[in-house]
């Protein structure tokens, strides 16, 4: 797997032009990569950046506060997280200040601290040029208590303020959030997710002691009440962290607990899923967030036949076709699921031409260069 030779001294604290702030430690997945047992996807450009010659950093945004000062500013963040149903971490740019403070830009690939970066720097006459993007906007209200919601809607457009740019995942999230907002459309951009399909790709010898139906996913967007009540005689397996009610009359359905920084379950043992499953279930919630792209995109790149659900945050609308591409099917309707996974075991021919095409159009219109392509075109716009 191609790492950029100088990408690990690029990970965590330090000084640099361009700052990207995402959740997690990422040296072990670095590590993985040089052996090939990981993808780049979820670097979101970041390791392009550094092989075209930028001076670029990618740093943790859910570390532990350090010192006094910090376990009193985590108490108030998650007082007030709890609240309003918003992840409150502004105190992350003050213990990063030394090193984001003479940055020209700063990029922030998760929702919520998109918001606490803008809510910090609306406040400030001179800062970095902000960039937040977002996963599902749209939908940050909706999932908020009541009392989150009067207190929060307020802080959500001031701190979409305080953003010199906003991308989103998907058109649906960006046009609705216009909307909803009163955005500036020029201040705002899709950001195409990339797939590193020499990872994901298909492998003939890896052949599954049955035929399954596999579904993966942990955010909140998947619907897997819907899944388990669709009349599926095949064994189902679910892969997720939420939790997932699976009736005594559903003895087909396993649940597997999965996420690559939790579980034993790693990248490769995912691949390894994907590839022996006859039919992937993308089951999800009507929602704008393009909820389900990663999934979707891993296993069609695999060469898995597909079942998605048609929602209105579809991350590329039109471009996946029913029938050739994969099987939609309308959002909550448990029947139309079971008739597609039905349709897809039933003939294998269908099955090994849905997963041939979406293999194709999937590594011609997600490659990883796009989304590279997508951040240098985002990190160019503040540099001067």
Request: charged share 25%; aromatic share 8%; net charge negative.
């Amino acid at each position: 797997m191609r790492v950029p030779p100088q990408a690990a001294s690029r990970l965590g604290r330090g000084k640099a032009r361009i700052q990207c702030l995402t959740k997690g430690r990422f040296d072990a997945r670095l590590a993985d990569m040089a052996e090939g047992l990981s993808p780049r996807d979820f670097f979101y450009g970041f390791l392009g950046l550094v092989e075209r010659g930028y001076d670029a950093r990618f740093q943790q945004t859910d570390a532990p506060y350090q010192g006094v000062i910090g376990q009193v500013a985590h108490l108030h963040e998650r007082v007030l997280s709890r609240f309003t149903g918003l992840s409150r971490r502004q105190h992350v740019l003050s213990e990063l200040n030394s090193d984001w403070r003479d940055s020209e830009v700063l990029v922030s690939f998760t929702d919520h601290f998109s918001l606490s970066l803008g809510d910090v720097m609306r406040n400030r006459l001179e800062h970095p040029f902000a960039i937040g993007l977002f996963h599902g906007l749209s939908d940050i209200e909706n999932r908020m208590p009541t009392f989150g919601r009067l207190f929060s809607r307020g802080f959500v457009r001031n701190a979409l303020s305080g953003l010199d740019h906003i991308g989103f995942f998907g058109p649906g999230d960006r046009e609705e959030a216009i909307r909803r907002y009163g955005l500036d459309p020029d201040r705002t951009s899709v950001y195409a997710f990339g797939i590193d399909t020499d990872f994901w790709c298909p492998d003939d010898t890896e052949v599954p002691e049955e035929p399954y139906v596999l579904s993966v996913g942990s955010d909140p967007s998947r619907d897997y009440a819907t899944l388990i009540a669709a009349p599926i005689e095949a064994p189902v397996r679910i892969v997720t962290r939420l939790p997932v009610d699976v009736p005594s009359d559903r003895p087909n359905v396993a649940v597997l607990a999965g996420h690559y920084f939790k579980s034993p379950l790693d990248d490769v043992g995912l691949r390894r899923l994907y590839r022996q499953a006859s039919v992937v279930v993308v089951s999800l919630q009507d929602v704008f967030q393009p909820t389900g792209y990663s999934v979707c995109l891993q296993a069609m790149a695999c060469g898995r036949p597909v079942v998605l659900t048609d929602i209105k945050g579809l991350w590329s609308p039109g471009l996946y076709r029913d029938g050739e591409h994969c099987l939609l099917v309308p959002p909550r309707d448990p029947r139309a699921i079971a008739s597609s996974v039905q349709r897809i075991l039933g003939d294998q021919v269908l099955a090994q031409d849905l997963g041939e095409a979406a293999r194709a159009v999937t590594c011609e219109h997600h490659p990883l260069k796009r989304m590279d392509d997508g951040l240098e075109a985002l990190v160019r716009m503040g540099l001067s």
